[in-house]
């Protein structure tokens, strides 16, 4: 099996990692350290043809037909209906955006650069005062 360079959770991970069980971190790092540990390495060619060995030789069970309802009826049921989008709620959302658009006025330019002098729409002064550029005189 693995000799003492490698602890036995070093061999786990190397199980984990072939059957694809690691996250992306985990298994980046057990791939580095099977390529510095001859040990670890081994250890992955040894179940790499086990399971070449498995699949060659032993047929692939087939699950019951009604596995995933026992599954389901056990755990409170999986599967929940699919949300389906609403035409009414669409057509309620633009409608709602359009009438804000139609609402909200220009921002007009400052009686300084020449503009009219009537003031900005309440809630825009600061937005008014952001926009307006002093030209050099």
Not at 37 to 60: M, N, S, W, Y
Not at 119 to 124: I, K, R, Y
Request: with cysteine.
């Amino acid at each position: 099996m693995a000799d003492s360079t490698s602890d036995d959770n070093s061999v786990l991970l190397v199980h984990a990692y072939l059957d694809g069980e690691l996250d992306a971190a985990n298994a980046l790092e057990i791939a580095q350290r099977m390529s510095t540990d001859p040990a670890l390495a081994a250890e992955g060619e040894r179940v790499k043809a086990l399971q070449q060995l498995i699949h060659e030789r032993l047929p692939r069970e087939v699950a019951p037909p009604d596995l995933r309802a026992r599954i389901e009826a056990s755990v409170g049921g999986l599967s929940r209906p699919r949300a389906q989008p609403s035409w009414r709620a669409l057509a309620a959302s633009i409608a709602v955006c359009t009438e804000n658009l139609i609402r909200i006025e220009p921002v007009r330019e400052s009686p300084q650069a020449g503009g009219d002098d009537r003031a900005d729409p309440p809630g825009l002064e600061p937005v008014g005062r952001t926009l307006q550029v002093e030209e050099p005189a």
